[in-house]
C-alpha cells in the first residue's frame, strides 16, 4: 500500500500526494527529492517506482522480503538500509518489526513490514523543519533512524519493570520457581541485542560522513542518535547481567530450600526416632526392669519419651532446623 508521496524543494512540500507515474520526473529538478512511503507493498507498486527510478534489482528482493539484518548496502548511487523496529507485547514478548529504505540522492523510499509505527508524525515533524529537510534524503534518513532507536526506549523500560518483578519473585519468602520467566525474558534482550547491535555499524560511516551522499552538516544529527543507540545497548546489556544473576540466585535459593527441607525432615526423624528407641528398650521384657511390675512404670516412660521429644524440638528450634 502507498501510504504518501511528496516532492521538497528546498525542505519544503510542494503540492499534494503524487501518484508513483510519473513522479521520477518530479524528482529531476533542482534541490528536489521525493518521498515515498509504502506499508508492505506489493511486487507490482514496487515495479512501477522501479520503472520510474531505475532501482537495482536486488534491493528490489530485499525490499519484497522482510527477513533481512539490519545493514546498509551500496548499490552505486542506490543505498539500501535496513532497520528492526521492537515493540513489547505482554507479557514479557517482543515483536519485531523491518522498516527499509532505499536512499538516493534524487528519492527516498520508506518500506514498511508488518506492524511498524507509521511514519506520518516523522514526516510531519521534519516538514515542520524544512531547514533540515533541505538536505535531502540524508535527512529523512536520520529521521527514521532516531525514531526507531527512540522507540527502544519504552520497550525497554518495559523489560526492566519485569526484570524487577523477577528479581523480587527470586527473594519473596513464596516458594516459587521463576527460571523459566528468567529464561524468557534473557531470550527475548539475546534477540533485541542481535537486532539493535548491527545498528552501530550503519550509524558509524554516516556520523562520520564517509558517504559522499550524507551531508557533513548531519554528522552531529547521526553522532547523537549513536549515542542513544549506545546508551540502549548498555541498558540492555545490564539488564541480561541481572537475569543471568537473578537465574543464579534462583539457584542458589532453589539449593538453601532444598538444604532447609532436609534439615527440618531429619530434625522430625530424629525426635521420632527417640521414643521409638525408648519404647524398643522397655519393650523387651527383660527380668531385671523393676518399672515393669510397678504402677507408675508406664506413665513413667511416657513422660520420658514426651520429655525427650520437646527436648529434641527445642534444641532444633533454636539451632533453626524447625
Not at 265 to 270: G, L
Not at 292 to 298: A, F, H, I, M, S
Not at 299 to 313: D, H, K, R, W
Request: glycine residues 6%; negative net charge; hydrophobic residues 40%.
Amino acid at each position: 500500500m502507498i501510504v504518501d508521496a511528496a516532492k521538497y524543494v528546498d525542505g519544503k512540500r510542494e503540492g499534494g500526494r503524487l501518484s508513483i507515474a510519473g513522479i521520477g520526473e518530479a524528482a529531476s529538478g533542482p534541490d528536489a527529492f521525493v518521498w515515498i512511503g509504502l506499508h508492505d507493498p506489493t511486487p507490482e507498486e514496487l515495479s512501477a517506482v522501479d520503472q520510474e527510478f531505475g532501482i537495482h534489482a536486488l534491493v528490489i528482493e530485499d525490499a519484497l522480503s522482510a527477513h533481512q539484518r539490519p545493514k546498509m548496502e551500496d548499490y552505486g548511487d542506490l543505498h539500501l538500509v535496513v532497520l528492526k523496529t521492537a515493540e513489547y507485547q505482554e507479557p514479557d514478548r517482543l515483536h519485531f518489526a523491518e522498516l527499509q529504505l532505499i536512499v538516493s540522492e534524487r528519492f527516498v523510499m520508506t518500506v514498511r513490514h508488518g506492524p511498524v509505527s507509521p511514519l506520518t508524525e516523522v514526516r510531519k515533524r521534519l516538514e515542520q523543519n524544512p531547514e533540515l529537510l533541505s538536505h535531502g534524503p540524508a535527512a529523512v534518513l536520520y529521521a527514521v533512524v532516531d525514531q526507531v532507536v527512540d522507540d527502544y526506549a519504552p520497550v525497554l523500560d518495559q523489560l526492566d519493570k519485569d526484570v524487577g518483578e523477577v528479581e523480587d519473585e527470586v527473594f519473596s519468602d513464596e516458594r516459587t520457581n521463576p527460571a523459566r520467566r528468567i529464561y524468557q525474558l534473557k531470550r527475548q534482550l539475546l534477540d533485541f541485542t542481535r537486532f539493535m547491535q548491527p545498528l552501530e555499524d550503519v550509524l558509524d560511516p554516516l556520523a562520520r560522513s564517509n558517504p559522499k551522499w550524507c551531508p557533513t552538516q548531519l554528522s552531529p544529527y547521526y553522532r547523537d542518535v549513536g549515542d542513544h543507540l549506545r546508551r540502549v545497548h548498555t541498558r540492555t546489556q545490564m539488564l541480561v547481567q541481572l537475569l543471568s544473576d537473578a537465574l543464579n540466585a534462583n539457584l542458589a535459593q532453589a539449593g538453601v530450600r532444598q538444604n532447609d527441607d532436609m534439615r527440618t525432615i531429619s530434625a522430625w526423624a530424629a525426635i521420632f526416632a527417640a521414643p521409638t528407641a525408648l519404647a524398643g528398650v522397655w519393650g523387651m521384657n527383660f527380668v531385671h526392669m523393676p518399672e515393669l511390675d510397678e504402677w507408675w512404670g508406664y506413665p513413667t516412660a511416657v513422660v520420658v519419651m514426651v520429655a525427650v521429644c520437646f527436648g529434641l524440638y527445642y534444641q532444633f528450634k533454636r539451632s533453626g532446623w524447625l
